[in-house]
């Protein structure tokens, strides 16, 4: 047994009060004459040792309730397992899961409400002076502060629920940041959490060992849950009143089927398509919706499907915008390549801008979704460095070799993003034996295509060469599997390169019905691919269109009543804004610039933590394996008496109170009950 205030122990020397009155209390004593003692003096001898013996009984009622009212004060303890050092103050840290999973409902209300009352509990377990740290998902930077008792407890009040979702990893490293600034201090780490199976890696946690680390599971009722993972569009570039086709994908993450799931898709605010579901259980589905009837201009979307009681991931936010216009910029040579102008011309959606290639605006590359270069003998150098940036940004650029092309200029635009490039001209009549149906560029294009198609004819071209580590293929190619026309994936772009230039004495490929889808679905896949919506804590950057600004204009990003300004940088090929920890709602913000509306943002919460999977405890341990660290089961009403126990072991002070007030009693027992003196003697007279 070990005391935490030894110190209380001298008042054990007060023992010898109630002892030396017992030892000197003397009392006067009456004299009675009488005629014949005899019988008196063996009565009175027997009524002295009455007297003694319950004289002897109150003393030690008097002395146990004086040394048990001693040991309370000294505060005695049988020591646990750990090495506590109980002299030194304590530095708590105090992580209270705040993620959307602890929205979920248990006999108390909501975790996050039972998190809030443990955490205070963990609070009262410890002594004035010791200092606490409070952390949540958010991450706040008041949070890195020490506070004491009572400023803890107003800050828990005021915690509520985060889109934020961090790893356990990312927890402690913060917890013991805060904690290795203190010196001479007892530090221990507590986390509050019903610990989903998403808040861990495949790794073990690391943590320093010389913290203790306890964890405090809040078991949340089983609860089933489906939600819109995600959804993209089939289309990369949308035209008004065109129809529209959008792949939602649904995850049930409960162990039972999900029936008849209502959905439903809004497109700034008007309901465009609805549909029913029924998904398996513990089952990922793809589901299309088609939709049309959209106005050019920025378009707000929603998904939004019925499922209670989980409710936080039921809808999904998405963006995107329909053009008026596609801009395509025309790269020549001297001459405006007649066979490509008339194919853009041909449709107005399209606003082809012709350019000779020395006067081509750099600067303004990237707000052309596609690049053609045709009929360039020689690339300059400046030009070509430009194109790989503009394809590494994510462009399109389409390559027609000019007539005695300098090879060595196009071999140092292409092979550098990945391409194939021409490697020398073979004079040779050939025909196109083949057409890769399977490709972006032609799939859905053909209703049904002819056993013996009429394919371009060829009398001569140039040979492409054939890059060992790209990430293409074929769209149409020559005997023995030679490309005609390759579809190149370079970095974030894509590079199409011709075999032959777009002239008669090359090859009638001008002239063929395959030309027009051919460009077209080049120019329709070539739209920059913004994402249609972010995550929440995680997409913490988001690149955009370059947007010019000056020192006195400010972005803004606006959700009603919430406007953030984010830090705007711009940079090549696009314009970047950082948002650090500024969003925290989901849904659809308007990027404007004064009162234009420069983009649409959607954000949605992080959908890890729809599955409602938890750790158990045989997990826990192995992922927190270390001498120090401990899980603490809550099972009693408070968690103050399980903390205590934890850290000091098994505290007697109590105990001790109720020995003192039970030696109090006796004593008062005794000295009411106890009559040995009031015995009546009858002594005969002769």
């Given at each position: 047994?070990?005391?935490?205030?030894?110190?209380?122990?001298?008042?054990?020397?007060?023992?010898?009060?109630?002892?030396?009155?017992h030892?000197?209390?003397?009392?006067?004593?009456?004299?009675?004459?009488?005629?014949?003692?005899?019988?008196?003096?063996n009565?009175?001898?027997?009524?002295?040792?009455?007297?003694?013996?319950?004289?002897?009984?109150?003393?030690i009622a008097?002395?146990?309730?004086?040394?048990?009212?001693?040991?309370?004060?000294?505060?005695?303890?049988?020591?646990?397992?750990?090495?506590?050092?109980?002299?030194?103050?304590?530095?708590v840290?105090?992580f209270?899961?705040?993620?959307?999973?602890?929205?979920?409902?248990n006999?108390?209300?909501?975790?996050l409400?039972?998190?809030?009352?443990?955490?205070?509990?963990?609070?009262?377990?410890?002594?004035?002076?010791?200092?606490?740290?409070?952390?949540?998902?958010?991450?706040?930077?008041?949070?890195?502060?020490?506070?004491?008792?009572?400023?803890?407890?107003?800050e828990?009040?005021?915690?509520?629920?985060?889109?934020?979702?961090?790893?356990?990893q990312?927890?402690?490293?913060?917890?013991?940041?805060?904690?290795?600034?203190?010196?001479?201090?007892?530090?221990?780490?507590?986390?509050?959490?019903?610990?989903?199976?998403?808040?861990f890696?495949?790794?073990?946690?690391?943590?320093d060992?010389?913290?203790?680390?306890?964890?405090?599971?809040?078991?949340?009722?089983?609860?089933?849950n489906?939600?819109?993972?995600?959804?993209?569009?089939?289309?990369?570039?949308?035209?008004?009143?065109?129809?529209?086709?959008?792949?939602?994908?649904?995850?049930?993450?409960?162990?039972?089927?999900?029936?008849?799931?209502?959905?439903?898709?809004?497109?700034?605010?008007?309901?465009?398509?609805?549909?029913?579901?029924?998904?398996?259980?513990?089952?990922?589905?793809?589901?299309?919706?088609?939709?049309?009837?959209?106005?050019?201009?920025?378009?707000?979307?929603?998904?939004?499907?019925?499922?209670?009681?989980?409710?936080?991931?039921?809808?999904?936010?998405?963006?995107f915008?329909?053009?008026?216009?596609?801009?395509?910029?025309?790269v020549?040579?001297?001459?405006?390549?007649?066979?490509?102008?008339a194919?853009?011309?041909?449709?107005?959606?399209?606003?082809?801008?012709?350019?000779?290639?020395?006067?081509?605006?750099y600067?303004?590359?990237?707000?052309?979704?596609?690049?053609?270069?045709?009929?360039?003998?020689?690339?300059?150098?400046?030009?070509?460095?430009?194109?790989?940036?503009?394809?590494?940004n994510?462009?399109?650029?389409?390559?027609?070799?000019?007539d005695?092309?300098?090879?060595?200029s196009?071999?140092?635009?292409?092979?550098?993003?990945?391409?194939?490039?021409?490697?020398?001209?073979?004079?040779?009549?050939?025909?196109v034996?083949?057409?890769?149906l399977q490709?972006?560029?032609?799939?859905?294009?053909?209703?049904?295509?002819?056993?013996?198609?009429?394919?371009?004819?060829?009398?001569?071209?140039?040979?492409?060469?054939?890059?060992?580590?790209?990430?293409?293929?074929?769209l149409?190619?020559?005997?023995?599997?030679?490309?005609?026309?390759?579809?190149?994936?370079?970095?974030r772009?894509r590079?199409?390169?011709s075999?032959?230039?777009?002239q008669?004495?090359?090859?009638?490929?001008?002239?063929?019905?395959?030309?027009?889808?051919?460009?077209?679905?080049?120019?329709?896949?070539?739209?920059?691919?913004?994402?249609?919506?972010?995550?929440?804590?995680?997409?913490?950057?988001?690149?955009?269109?370059?947007?010019?600004?000056?020192?006195?204009?400010?972005?803004?990003l606006?959700k009603?009543?919430?406007?953030?300004?984010?830090?705007?940088?711009?940079?090549?090929?696009?314009?970047?804004?950082?948002?650090?920890?500024?969003?925290?709602?989901?849904?659809?913000?308007?990027?404007k610039?004064?009162?234009?509306t420069?983009?649409?943002?959607?954000?949605?919460?992080?959908?890890?933590?729809?599955?409602?999977?938890?750790v158990?405890?045989?997990?826990?341990?192995?992922?927190?394996?270390?001498?120090?660290?401990?899980?603490?089961?809550?099972?009693?009403?408070?968690?103050?008496?399980?903390?205590?126990n934890?850290?000091?072991?098994?505290?007697?002070?109590?105990?001790c109170?109720?020995?003192?007030?039970?030696?109090?009693a006796?004593?008062?027992?005794?000295?009411?009950?106890?009559?040995?003196?009031?015995?009546?003697?009858s002594?005969?007279?002769?």
């Amino acid at each position: 047994m070990h005391f935490i205030y030894p110190a209380f122990l001298l008042g054990l020397l007060a023992l010898a009060i109630p002892y030396i009155i017992h030892l000197f209390h003397f009392r006067r004593y009456q004299k009675v004459y009488f005629s014949n003692v005899q019988f008196l003096k063996n009565i009175q001898q027997q009524q002295s040792s009455k007297r003694n013996l319950k004289k002897l009984l109150i003393l030690i009622a008097r002395m146990l309730a004086l040394f048990f009212l001693v040991l309370a004060f000294a505060r005695p303890y049988i020591p646990s397992k750990q090495d506590t050092n109980l002299g030194k103050q304590h530095i708590v840290s105090i992580f209270v899961d705040n993620s959307y999973s602890m929205l979920t409902i248990n006999r108390e209300g909501t975790l996050l409400d039972e998190a809030r009352t443990r955490a205070k509990e963990i609070a009262q377990a410890y002594s004035l002076n010791d200092r606490f740290q409070l952390l949540t998902q958010d991450f706040e930077g008041r949070h890195q502060r020490l506070l004491n008792r009572e400023e803890f407890n107003d800050e828990v009040d005021k915690i509520k629920i985060s889109p934020q979702s961090r790893k356990l990893q990312q927890i402690i490293n913060r917890q013991q940041s805060l904690l290795g600034q203190q010196s001479n201090s007892v530090n221990n780490i507590y986390i509050l959490s019903d610990f989903q199976k998403n808040l861990f890696t495949d790794h073990p946690i690391k943590a320093d060992s010389t913290t203790g680390i306890s964890l405090i599971r809040l078991k949340a009722t089983s609860l089933p849950n489906v939600a819109v993972d995600s959804a993209w569009l089939l289309s990369a570039v949308h035209r008004p009143a065109e129809s529209e086709k959008m792949v939602v994908r649904l995850h049930n993450y409960a162990d039972e089927k999900a029936e008849k799931i209502p959905l439903k898709l809004l497109i700034n605010g008007a309901q465009k398509a609805i549909g029913s579901f029924t998904i398996d259980k513990r089952a990922v589905q793809n589901d299309t919706l088609s939709f049309s009837g959209l106005q050019a201009g920025w378009q707000h979307g929603e998904i939004t499907l019925e499922d209670n009681p989980v409710s936080f991931d039921n809808q999904f936010y998405f963006s995107f915008k329909v053009q008026q216009q596609m801009p395509v910029l025309l790269v020549d040579g001297g001459t405006p390549n007649k066979y490509i102008h008339a194919v853009f011309n041909t449709d107005p959606f399209f606003n082809p801008q012709a350019v000779h290639y020395g006067n081509v605006d750099y600067a303004g590359l990237a707000s052309y979704p596609l690049v053609v270069l045709a009929d360039v003998k020689s690339i300059s150098t400046g030009l070509s460095q430009q194109l790989k940036s503009y394809v590494s940004n994510g462009g399109t650029l389409v390559v027609f070799p000019a007539d005695g092309a300098d090879l060595t200029s196009y071999q140092s635009l292409l092979q550098p993003i990945g391409a194939a490039y021409p490697e020398k001209e073979i004079d040779q009549k050939s025909k196109v034996n083949g057409v890769n149906l399977q490709s972006q560029v032609f799939k859905n294009t053909f209703e049904q295509l002819p056993q013996n198609p009429d394919l371009p004819t060829i009398s001569k071209y140039y040979q492409l060469s054939q890059p060992a580590n790209a990430f293409g293929e074929s769209l149409m190619e020559l005997p023995g599997k030679k490309t005609f026309f390759g579809d190149y994936a370079a970095k974030r772009g894509r590079v199409y390169v011709s075999a032959v230039p777009l002239q008669d004495d090359y090859s009638n490929l001008a002239h063929h019905a395959l030309f027009v889808p051919l460009m077209f679905r080049i120019a329709l896949l070539s739209g920059h691919d913004a994402p249609l919506s972010y995550t929440i804590g995680q997409d913490e950057s988001v690149e955009i269109q370059p947007i010019q600004t000056s020192d006195k204009e400010i972005l803004k990003l606006i959700k009603e009543q919430l406007s953030i300004i984010p830090d705007v940088r711009q940079q090549e090929g696009g314009t970047q804004l950082y948002l650090s920890d500024q969003v925290h709602e989901p849904g659809n913000y308007e990027l404007k610039k004064q009162d234009s509306t420069i983009a649409v943002l959607a954000f949605n919460n992080n959908r890890s933590e729809s599955d409602l999977s938890y750790v158990d405890d045989a997990g826990l341990k192995a992922q927190m394996g270390g001498k120090g660290n401990t899980i603490l089961e809550n099972s009693g009403p408070s968690l103050k008496d399980v903390v205590v126990n934890a850290n000091r072991g098994v505290e007697l002070w109590k105990l001790c109170i109720i020995l003192s007030l039970i030696s109090l009693a006796a004593e008062i027992l005794l000295i009411r009950f106890y009559q040995s003196e009031k015995h009546v003697v009858s002594v005969p007279i002769t």
